[in-house]
């Protein structure tokens, strides 16, 4: 996985990328955001307003289940991302608040052709 569309929940919008840097065979690396929503209203959400914060942070902390189907994304003073995926690739992504996964929008992992 190189990389992660992020969508608004009813994926009609686009928001931006996550850029993935995983060695190959390991579960830990690092990403970086890069946000550049459809619609200028999306920067007024808070929650697309995060992603900023982090974009600007530069680098975050990613880990992937073994199966590759879940991955949390660390950063410095913010809640923690949750990006999970169906078989197909599709998926949410959102934060982990209180202990639970809050829904925020659609995902789809990009991969790099061989």
Same mark, same amino acid.
């Given at each position: #996985?190189?990389? %992660?569309?992020?969508?608004?929940? &009813?994926?009609?919008?686009? +928001? ?6 995983? @060695? @190959? /065979?390991? +579960?830990? /690396? ?14 007024? &959400? @808070? ?5 900023? %914060?982090?974009? &600007?942070? /530069?680098? !975050?902390? %990613?880990?992937? !289940? ?9 950063? *410095?003073?913010? &809640?923690? #991302?949750?990006?999970?995926?169906? @078989? !197909?690739?599709?998926? *949410? ?5 209180? /202990? ?10 990009? *991969?790099?052709?061989?």
């Amino acid at each position: #996985m190189k990389a %992660i569309v992020l969508q608004t929940l &009813d994926g009609a919008q686009h +928001i931006g990328f996550i850029l993935c840097a995983i @060695p @190959p /065979g390991d +579960i830990e /690396g690092d990403c970086m955001f890069s946000i550049v929503p459809d619609q200028a209203e999306l920067l007024e &959400d @808070p929650n697309v307003a995060q992603l900023l %914060i982090r974009r &600007d942070q /530069g680098e !975050s902390q %990613i880990e992937l !289940s073994e199966d590759r189907r879940w991955l949390r994304i660390r950063s *410095h003073r913010l &809640d923690d #991302m949750f990006v999970e995926f169906q @078989p !197909s690739g599709v998926g *949410h992504w959102g934060y982990i608040r209180d /202990g639970e996964n809050v829904a925020i929008g659609q995902a789809q992992t990009i *991969h790099a052709e061989r």
